[in-house]
């Protein structure tokens, strides 16, 4: 991976340094980082989120579930970056096909390595970033995969705090926008009675008459 990672010649001194890095990752992911070299690591491979070329793109994602895998006890520190990033990827308009599948798969396996809560959280804390502005495509990727982490919560899992409640407001607000049709069949609030009675359950859990109201 790092020794096509930069491909253009005005790159080609930056080479040497990530293929030392590459060769000493690649058995397997048998060797152990530092704590600085991790997170080195981290740092390069966040700006590759937004590599203009598409070859090293591809290839970074084909690596990407490998790390992910090989060191997820020790990336916890780098999930809101790693999470956040591949669901706003993934809501950039006129993806690829095959990019859009490798972008999904990272995302497979990043709920498959890290914990729930933890996932949760991150998701919080994006939606309540007014700094962050996702698009209306992101907002939908990010809402679809929200229930999904919701499903493999137990009520005890959800805390009833102020931010929870900002976040869940906010995502009515989303699903109400003139633009956002799409979100509006993502979550579905007034016709898919499953749906329905799972936020009510949410909101119920979390006391937020508030967003009881937004809903109803």
């Known amino acids: 991976f790092w020794s096509h990672i930069y491909v253009r010649k005005r790159k080609r001194k930056r080479k040497p340094k990530l293929r030392r890095v590459w060769r000493k990752q690649k058995p397997k992911y048998s060797l152990i980082f530092s704590t600085h070299e991790l997170k080195r690591l981290t740092e390069l491979l966040t700006k590759r989120f937004y ?5 090293v793109f591809t290839v970074f ?15 916890n520190e780098w999930l809101y970056t790693l999470l956040t990033r591949l669901l ?7 993806l690829l096909d095959s990019v859009y599948k490798k972008l999904k798969t990272c995302l497979s396996i990043v709920n498959a390595s890290f ?29 679809r995969y929200l229930q999904q982490i919701i499903q493999q919560m137990e009520p ?3 805390a009833n705090n102020a931010d929870i409640r900002i976040a869940l407001s906010k995502i009515i607000n989303w699903s109400s926008e003139p633009k956002s049709s799409e979100m509006r069949k993502v979550w579905n609030i007034r016709t ?7 936020i009510l359950n949410i909101l119920s859990i979390l006391g937020c008459s508030r967003c009881y109201s937004c809903v109803v």
């Open 115 to 143: 914990d729930v809560h933890a996932q949760f959280t991150v998701l919080i804390r994006f939606i309540n970033d007014n700094s962050s502005a996702p698009s209306i495509k992101a907002k939908e990727i990010l809402l």
């Open 51 to 55: 590599d203009p070329h598409s070859q």
């Open 156 to 158: 005890v899992d959800i």
């Open 192 to 198: 898919n009675v499953k749906e329905l009675l799972e």
């Open 61 to 75: 994602l084909d690596v990407l579930p490998e790390f992910i895998t090989a060191y997820k006890r020790d990336l």
């Open 88 to 94: 706003i990827r993934l809501g950039t308009p006129d």
